[in-house]
């Protein structure tokens, strides 16, 4: 015999849909952390203009900076990773880009952040603590800055006019001796990351004539030296893994699409194995998890994990990347 539904039973499946729908909403909003997106990747804060993402040599924390165009503001928020809570830790308001860039310290305790101009961060690069004390400190005149292991800051400087100079400035943040180890003209560097042992630079650099993106180049403190990685103008936001064996970056990639996409990228340190992180496109601002199995980047303004070893297995921490 056939079932059938009477108006009674009718609303009754009604009701139960409806709080379904409700107990997952509710879920949603007490959990905002890692939430699945797909087998390998995870949605992980409640972030929807993020701009920069870095993650903590503690393993514990990731730093965000997010902009708020509406109420031209800047904000830095640290999120939490073993209780799964963010705090706001500092907030300025925009000149330019607000916030540019983040690096934490060896120690993980505060912030180095490049300010393009605010009301309480004016242009330059300041330190502060990672933990809503009140230790703010100017540290000197700048663009981009990150902190190595070795707690030297390395600092890009120069200004973007055609046949003007630029320069990467290496501060040994406890001592306070400078020295410049790399000059370019009529050249961008864009984006700057640390060898584990402080003797390397990976970085970005592009022309002044209108290209978005270039190429990555490695440069060697001691000697001056740089060794090319890529000649196809097409990559920006280098990052070393953990142990200096690997570099995720962006690459932009041709296809059916009007604007080319941006695809997160993995090669051996040599510049070898160019290979794609399947699944992940118009990503920006990559950054690796110290123990090297997972990166956090940033889609359309919002914060994703992406985990490596699901996807190359575990020899790709031992082994690098494949050229097979």
């Known amino acids: 015999m056939n079932a059938k539904f009477t108006p009674n039973k009718i609303s009754n499946r009604l009701w139960h849909i409806l709080l379904m729908a409700i107990l997952l909403i509710l879920t949603s909003i007490a959990c905002p952390g890692y939430r699945q997106i797909d087998e390998n990747t995870t949605f992980l804060a409640e972030i929807r203009t993020a701009y920069s993402v870095v993650w903590s040599p503690t393993n514990e924390e990731v ?21 799964d809570s963010i705090q706001l830790i500092a907030q300025t ?85 400078e ?4 000059k370019t003209i009529g050249n961008v560097i864009d984006s700057m990351s640390w060898s584990p042992d402080g003797k390397e630079l990976v970085f970005a650099m592009r022309d002044r004539l209108g290209n978005e993106d270039g190429n990555l180049f490695i440069l060697s403190i001691e000697t001056g030296m740089t060794q090319q990685l890529t000649t196809d103008k097409k990559n920006i936001d280098p990052e070393l893994s953990p142990d200096g064996n690997m570099i995720a970056y962006i690459k932009k990639v041709e296809g059916d699409q009007i604007v080319p996409d941006k695809v997160l990228y993995i ?15 118009s990503a920006w601002d990559p950054t690796w998890s110290p123990d090297g199995k997972k990166i956090a980047f940033l889609r359309s303004g919002e914060v994703y994990v992406v985990d490596l070893i699901s996807i190359f297995g575990e020899e790709f921490l031992f082994e690098g990347m494949n050229c097979k």
């Open 179 to 182: 020295k410049v180890v790399y």
């Open 93 to 177: 308001t925009k000149g330019g880009e607000g916030i540019m860039a983040m690096d934490w310290s060896p120690d993980g305790e505060k912030l180095i952040i490049s300010s393009s101009g605010g009301k309480i961060y004016e242009e330059g690069i300041w330190i502060i603590d990672s933990d809503q004390s009140d230790f703010v400190e100017y540290f000197r005149d700048g663009g981009l800055a990150v902190w190595s292991t070795t707690n030297l800051i390395a600092i890009e400087e120069g200004d973007y006019r055609e046949d003007s100079i630029q320069t990467i400035t290496v501060v040994n943040y406890l001592t306070g001796e």
């Open 267 to 281: 090669m051996n340190s040599d510049g070898s194995c160019e290979t794609p992180v399947p699944g992940i496109t």
């Open 63 to 83: 730093a965000i900076s997010a902009e708020n165009d509406k109420e031209n503001i800047s904000n830095i928020y640290v999120y939490n990773l073993i209780n």
